[in-house]
């Protein structure tokens, strides 16, 4: 009885996406704008790759957390400074590093100016460090609405010298079309400084903030807290 059936055929279904068709409106936006559409590409491809590396630089050092620092110095400060050295040394945040060679410089006694001067070292170094490719979005947020506003000066002059070869045979479409391909540079100038600019001032915001909490935590390890009352002195 199975003889008699008859052998089932399966087919695959015919794949009809393409492979390269997610690159087909990249091709297109590129043929319509021209090099300057390819050199905004590749400013933020590079501008994307610096944001993602600096806001996982920033993560994994929790730059935003600065309890653990507060209980360094708070230990210090009783005069747990062999604790306190202990915890900043587990401690991701480079604010903790730079706390501990205050206490150890105060731990052995050491002339304050030296010990100040080598923090404000050690302090700069580390901003140094948070900061570094920034430039490279603050040059991607100020070039790239300057280069979609030359490439529609170029198209705009392309598309009036067309008008002025066709003479009395002016097609509308035609020259509607070109400057809509003009205009098409600035929108993606425009739409590659704006996210840049929106990354470039969240982390500078971030950088001032550990900034500020780095330059007030080292200072309190050379003076007192006039906050509170002090201690009246007996003669």
Do not use: Y
């Not at 091709?27 to 501008?47: E, K, N, Q, T």
């Not at 944001?51 to 600065?66: D, N, S």
């Not at 100016?113 to 901003?127: F, G, K, L």
């Not at 430039?135 to 598309?159: D, F, H, K, N, Q």
């Amino acid at each position: 009885m199975l003889s008699s059936l008859a052998p089932v055929r399966l087919e695959a279904a015919p794949v009809t996406a393409e492979p390269l068709a997610v690159l087909q409106p990249v091709g297109r936006l590129i043929d319509a704008g021209g090099p300057v559409i390819v050199v905004l590409l590749g400013m933020s491809v590079l501008a994307l790759t610096v944001a993602v590396a600096k806001l996982w630089q920033f993560h994994a050092l929790e730059l935003h957390r600065l309890q653990t620092v507060r209980h360094v110095l708070a230990l210090h400060l009783e005069g747990e400074s062999t604790r306190a050295l202990e915890v900043a040394r587990r401690c991701r945040n480079p604010a903790a590093a730079v706390l501990a060679q205050a206490i150890r410089g105060q731990h052995h006694r050491l002339p304050t100016t030296m010990v100040r001067e080598e923090v404000e070292r050690a302090s700069h170094a580390v901003v140094v460090s948070l900061r570094a490719n920034l430039r490279l979005l603050e040059v991607t947020a100020s070039l790239a609405p300057l280069l979609g506003l030359l490439g529609t000066v170029l198209g705009m002059i392309e598309a009036f010298q067309q008008i002025a070869q066709a003479e009395n045979a002016i097609n509308p479409s035609t020259l509607s079309g070109g400057i809509w391909e003009a205009l098409l540079t600035t929108a993606a100038g425009l739409s590659v400084a704006i996210p840049v600019v929106a990354v470039l001032n969240l982390l500078e915001s971030r950088i001032e903030r550990f900034t500020h909490g780095l330059h007030d935590l080292t200072t309190r390890v050379f003076t007192t807290d006039l906050s509170q009352d002090l201690p009246r002195v007996t003669p």
